[in-house]
């Protein structure tokens, strides 16, 4: 019986930390504080988050498109400069996969903007523009998804990544803006009007997909399976 116990004891510790590790590999880009960030602005609960990108040297578009197509949301992450050379780390959700389409992903209907970027450096965000009396289609267009475009959303590009990765960057904030105020081309870097083109350049980028975390109530389920299934299999025996 000591050794059936040993084995569900082994499971169950290999599942806890199955469920940890991606946030650990993750850390580059993202502590456990941004990850919370993230989590309450996507407002889903605690989250896990798989680095499934990491930009290196000589990388371009295509390597980005080669391991983030089609692996649902995900949240891209990314260092980038002005033209002063101010830093942040900005980013956005993308509640699709990306894809080499050609096209942007639109969005027509208020229920499926659920997009958004973010500075977590100023500690903002910014949702798709929703539907107002003056501003039908702004908020439309969620992501552009081209094999020589790197992560960009929105069709300003709100926050746009080119070819190569790391320089001609943008950053014209149109689709995703506050409806209130209206105010258009302001950068997601450091708020100003956007200047001259192109004037962003990128570091490191990173792109995690997203999954939640299981409650502590369902790691009481699997336990109990693992426990249940143990002890079947010693009955048999």
């Not at 989250?47 to 990491?54: D, P």
């Not at 996969?97 to 500690?123: C, E, H, K, Q």
């Not at 702004?138 to 790391?166: C, E, K, M, R």
């Amino acid at each position: 019986m000591q050794q059936v116990n040993n084995i569900v004891l082994r499971a169950v510790a290999g599942l806890l930390l199955g469920a940890a590790a991606p946030a650990a590999m993750a850390q580059s880009l993202l502590d456990s504080a941004r990850q919370d960030q993230l989590a309450g602005w996507l407002g889903e609960g605690p989250l896990s988050l798989t680095a499934i990108y990491t930009k290196a040297p000589g990388d371009t578009s295509r390597d980005f498109h080669l391991a983030a197509d089609g692996k649902g949301r995900t949240f891209s992450v990314m260092e980038a400069s002005n033209g002063s050379g101010q830093t942040w780390l900005v980013g956005g959700y993308n509640p699709q996969s990306w894809n080499v389409s050609g096209n942007y992903n639109m969005t027509p209907n208020d229920r499926d903007r659920t997009a958004f970027i973010f500075n977590l450096t100023s500690g903002q965000y910014y949702r798709q523009t929703p539907k107002t009396y003056a501003l039908d289609t702004v908020g439309a267009y969620q992501t552009l998804n081209h094999i020589d475009a790197g992560p960009t959303f929105g069709i300003g590009a709100d926050l746009g990544v080119s070819a190569d990765l790391s320089t001609n960057g943008v950053s014209y904030r149109y689709s995703y803006i506050d409806p209130v105020s209206g105010t258009f081309g302001s950068s997601l870097l450091d708020g100003q009007p956007y200047g001259n083109y192109p004037n962003v350049t990128f570091g490191a980028l990173q792109v995690f997909s997203i999954s939640a975390v299981p409650e502590p109530s369902a790691y009481a389920l699997m336990l109990l399976g693992l426990v249940s299934l143990a002890g079947l299999r010693r009955y048999r025996r």
